[in-house]
């Protein structure tokens, strides 16, 4: 924080001071970033490729970080899953297809007090888009989180079950530790913690990652001080079973 300060500092006094309208002082606004997750299914032709199934996952998977390296990480960059996809079917010759799931991810980072613990605290997390309405089951959480430790047991947080947009801690056996900790609201895309209050970090990291799924995942578009960038990116290869196993047609 103190070196972004001093950066911009450096900026308004070397540059936007200088070329500035009197009485007209540039604002810095620090970037959000909203991460991507791409989840690819793809079917592949075995006779078409040498490539083991490590291999053409691993070659579709950097496929994928490289188109998200030269389009993303600039204001108003836009991702389009129909884009995306055409993208994975040109990696190899094999590939007959794919489907690709994109969810959200946002962090956060836990208020701490001067003496470096975690204080009790509300929370806004805001994501790119719209979020899907809440499903029936816990399986189909619609919120989910990374773990932290809550009451000396791990935990993560999720959407209630029974199609409610409730926000509940539990821990890594699914038990509810925490019955209400807030909400989330779909049209709005935001997730709102009250009370929030978290021992540590599992990961070590200084913030906490907050998955939704969004009502539509078929393109991305960032707000004025967001930026995109990818996620989590996996890949799983299903070799073709509907190959050929005799000539077709009419032979003498």
Request: proline fraction near 4%; hydrophobic fraction near 40%.
């Amino acid at each position: 924080a103190a070196q972004t300060a001093a950066t911009e500092q450096l900026i308004k006094t070397n540059l936007t001071d200088p070329l500035s309208v009197i009485g007209v002082e540039a604002e810095f606004v620090q970037p959000t970033f909203q991460y991507i997750n791409v989840n690819t299914s793809f079917r592949y032709n075995v006779s078409a490729t040498n490539l083991t199934l490590e291999g053409i996952n691993s070659k579709v998977k950097n496929t994928i970080e490289t188109y998200f390296a030269n389009n993303t990480g600039k204001f108003n960059d836009v991702i389009r899953k129909s884009r995306l996809q055409s993208v994975v079917d040109a990696a190899d010759a094999s590939v007959l297809g794919n489907d690709i799931d994109l969810t959200m991810t946002s962090r956060f980072v836990p208020v701490k007090n001067t003496a470096g613990s975690f204080i009790r605290s509300a929370y806004t997390i805001n994501f790119l888009s719209t979020i899907a309405a809440p499903q029936m089951t816990a399986a189909e959480s619609i919120i989910t989180s990374s773990r932290f430790v809550y009451n000396s047991k791990v935990c993560t947080l999720r959407n209630a079950p029974l199609h409610s947009t409730k926000i509940q801690i539990i821990d890594i056996n699914s038990n509810v530790i925490v019955d209400n900790v807030g909400s989330y609201d779909p049209t709005t895309g935001t997730v709102s913690l009250t009370g929030f209050l978290p021992e540590s970090i599992v990961s070590g990291q200084d913030f906490i990652s907050v998955n939704a799924i969004p009502r539509d995942d078929s393109v991305f578009k960032p707000l004025r001080n967001t930026l995109i960038t990818i996620g989590s990116n996996t890949a799983n290869g299903i070799p073709d079973a509907d190959q050929a196993l005799s000539v077709v047609g009419v032979t003498n």
